[in-house]
């Protein structure tokens, strides 16, 4: 079951960029705190609480939606259904990912 150790990963990685902007909104890698944007370090600072319980409640409904599939849930109980959804949500996605790298296309 990778995907929650996953998912626990990009989010600890969200909430560790918002701990780097901080002193970065503040001045402190610049130098000089003459021009310290308030506005942005009080949004970043009000930002944590949103984010922590918005990646709380994703990862929640990650690790329910893999234990729901682990353990044979009625959608999933088809193998067709299975495979469709395995074309729908992996391979189709990774494909027209990897498509779009290839083309260097931005879109």
């Known amino acids: 079951l990778p995907f929650p ?4 990963v990009f989010c600890f990685q969200v909430l560790l960029f918002l701990f780097v902007a901080l ?3 503040s001045g402190y890698t610049s130098g000089s705190r003459d021009k310290v944007d308030g506005a942005a ?5 009000l930002s944590f609480p949103a984010m922590v319980y918005g ?6 409904m990650g690790s329910a939606f893999v234990v729901d599939t682990y ?4 959608l999933f109980r ?3 259904v299975e495979i469709l959804y395995m074309l ?7 494909l027209t ?5 290839m083309t260097s296309n931005d879109e």
Request: glycine letters at 2%.
């Open 23 to 25: 002193p970065v909104e």
């Open 88 to 94: 729908v949500f992996l391979v189709v996605p990774i």
């Open 78 to 80: 088809s193998t067709i």
């Open 71 to 74: 353990n044979g849930a009625a």
């Open 55 to 60: 990646m709380a409640s994703l990862m929640a």
């Open 97 to 101: 990912f990897a498509f779009s790298l």
């Open 5 to 8: 150790p996953l998912l626990f």
């Open 41 to 45: 370090v009080v949004s970043t600072l």
